[in-house]
């Protein structure tokens, strides 16, 4: 059994959103997310022992963007629920990500095997499933029934979002808003809820305003890791080049590279090898996809940050929150 306990690192090796955000705040956001990282622990260690492998997967180093969206949205008066909801915001997220790592085959995530790759397919899937539980059970312990509706119905999109994607595999006709539904439910969504549940005040203006600024910094974010997959590299990304295009998921960048080179379009994603993922990867770079596509995940931050006047945060949360989206 691996040891438990992990203390949010804020040093060097900490991912720059976080970095940026730790050293230019009061130690309340390092102490919420390190109370955040104990109660992960516990709540999944507390239904029976976990193995190194579940371990490894709620220590392994993401950024943990979403629970910081929650205690920022939240403020230095964050407490016992934002925490809360931090833990299960997290929970579906990884629960999220160790699911589709099976259904795409991933041997690699964060620069470590997948869970996938590591124990199989069945120990994944049954470890995605208890995460996915496990987040519902920390807010369902504690009688918060309005992050249980937040939740339940984020993660129904989430499933909309992967289902659409399955869906779509392999079909180059898929159309930029086809693109841009799919990662609202499948990444928006989320970083949505996050902003949402972290919110103290009960006017439903703010509710929607601050939604409205996790919908874009996760579009973004999502567009931007589109661009990552296609313009590696592999030692920054943790992951194979051109993996999406070998799994069927047709992305942004693809998708507007074949506005201006419509040869794209005859290519033919379910007999991609590595070698002709590297090749397409390339033609795609080749027309200022990758550019464009950037530009744009830019000018949503941009909105993103505009957009944060009018949540009617103090202006210390909207300083931080920028620093987030810029993070992203
Ligand atoms: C990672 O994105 C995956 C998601 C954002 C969503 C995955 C959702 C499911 C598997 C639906 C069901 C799960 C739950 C728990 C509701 P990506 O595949 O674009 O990025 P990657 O390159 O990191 O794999
Ligand atoms: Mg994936």
């Known amino acids: 059994r691996a040891p438990l306990r992990g203390q949010v690192n804020p040093g060097s090796s900490a991912p720059e959103p976080v970095t940026a955000v730790f050293e230019s705040t009061g130690a309340w956001l390092p102490n919420g997310l390190a109370l955040v990282e104990e109660q992960l622990l516990d709540a999944v260690d507390g239904a029976g022992p976990l193995t190194a492998d579940a371990v490894a997967t709620l220590k392994a180093g993401g950024k943990r963007m979403r629970p910081m969206l929650v205690l920022l949205c939240a403020g230095p008066e964050a407490g016992p629920r934002a925490i809360r909801s931090a833990v299960a915001v997290e929970l579906i997220h990884m629960a999220s990500l160790v699911h589709d790592d099976v259904l795409d085959r991933a041997p690699l995530r964060r620069g470590r095997p997948t869970v996938f ?3 199989g397919r069945d120990q994944a899937t049954a470890l ?15 009688g918060d029934e309005a992050a249980i509706t937040e939740l339940s119905s984020t993660a129904v999109d989430l499933a909309r979002g992967e289902l659409m994607q399955r869906r779509g595999a392999f079909d180059l006709s898929l159309t930029e808003d086809d693109y841009l539904e799919r990662c609202r439910l499948k990444t928006g969504r989320l970083f949505a809820a996050a902003c949402v549940l972290g919110r103290s005040s009960l006017d439903p203006s703010q509710a929607d305003t601050l939604a409205a600024f996790g919908h874009r910094i996760g579009l973004a974010f999502q567009m931007l890791d589109d661009v990552l997959d296609i313009s590696g590299p592999v030692e920054r990304t943790g992951k194979a080049r051109g993996t999406d295009l070998l799994d069927g998921t047709v992305t942004l960048p693809l998708i507007v590279a074949i506005e201006s080179d419509p040869a794209l379009a005859e290519v033919d994603l379910s007999r991609l090898d590595e070698a002709g993922a590297a090749d397409l990867c390339d033609r795609i770079a080749e027309t200022g996809a990758l550019d464009e596509v950037r530009t744009r995940a830019m000018e949503l931050i941009a909105q993103a940050k505009a957009g944060l006047e009018s949540t009617g945060l103090d202006a210390e949360q909207v300083r931080l929150l920028e620093l987030i989206a810029d993070g992203v």
């Open 117 to 119: 790759a590591s124990s």
């Open 128 to 142: 995605g499933d208890r995460l996915f539980s496990t987040a519902f059970a920390v807010l369902a312990d504690a």
